[in-house]
């Protein structure tokens, strides 16, 4: 399935998540012009777990900044702005958008971290969005578990029509698929399943339940649930 909205109101205009999503898009663009230059310019700027401890640790900082806005083709970029564009709004308008900017970088960070920590041997640069999208994915989770998101089926990749189903099912499936790769690729030595840096993912998800837990905690109480009929 592929999330194309989530059926519930936001109370303000998201315009941290359209700024990130603008960013990225402006990034690629510049991406697209450097040509035969973008392999080494993503050596150069972003995340490589093999270099983290050699590099100067203000480099290390930046280098898991900037691999939050780089991604490696179209696919990649539209993919997870789609994601963020659908989830993203809900987060902020809950959040406010100084604390939605903070938790989108944290869960960024986080997610960078947990990939290198656990692919330390690879020297492959990560690149993408979706980590500090899964942190979003994670908050969704805990916020809005009985929202009902419409998405496309897909069969073989293939849209064969439309369906709803709550959030907590949705999400929880997207987390447990991701575990579960996690796992595989622990077993399998590789730092990646088929080119996802997946507990990038896991990284960030679960980053993004527990700053949510702690937020609404201490800073603002849990959102009334839709209801489940």
């Given at each position: 399935?592929?999330?194309?909205k ?29 040509g ?5 310019t ?7 777990p ?9 480099d ?7 691999s ?10 539209i ?5 963020l ?5 809900h987060?902020e ?19 960078s ?17 979706s ?16 929202t009902?998101?419409?998405?496309v089926?897909?069969l073989y990749?293939?849209?064969?029509g ?8 949705m ?9 579960i ?7 399998a ?18 980053t993004?339940?527990a ?11 849990l959102?009334?649930?839709d209801?489940?009929?």
């Amino acid at each position: 399935m592929f999330p194309i909205k989530v059926l519930r109101d936001t109370e303000r205009i998201p315009y941290v998540t359209y700024a990130i999503i603008v960013i990225n898009v402006l990034v690629f663009l510049w991406e697209l012009s450097l040509g035969m230059q973008l392999g080494q310019t993503f050596n150069d700027l972003a995340v490589v777990p093999c270099t983290i401890g050699g590099d100067p640790i203000v480099d290390t900082i930046l280098d898991f900044a900037r691999s939050m806005f780089l991604h490696g083709s179209w696919v990649h970029l539209i993919g997870n702005m789609a994601f963020l564009l659908v989830f993203g709004p809900h987060i902020e308008s809950f959040m406010g958008r100084k604390w939605f900017l903070l938790f989108y970088l944290l869960a960024g960070y986080a997610a960078s971290f947990a990939h290198a920590l656990l692919n330390s041997w690879s020297c492959a640069p990560t690149v993408g969005a979706s980590g500090a999208i899964s942190g979003i994915l994670g908050s969704y989770l805990l916020l809005y578990p009985t929202t009902r998101i419409r998405s496309v089926v897909l069969l073989y990749r293939i849209p064969v029509g439309t369906a709803e189903l709550h959030a907590f099912y949705m999400l929880l499936y997207i987390f447990l698929l991701d575990l579960i790769d996690g796992i595989g690729q622990l077993a399998a030595d590789s730092f990646t399943i088929g080119g996802v840096a997946v507990w990038a993912h896991v990284g960030g998800f679960v980053t993004g339940a527990a700053f949510t837990f702690l937020f609404t905690a201490f800073v603002k109480p849990l959102p009334k649930w839709d209801s489940l009929d």
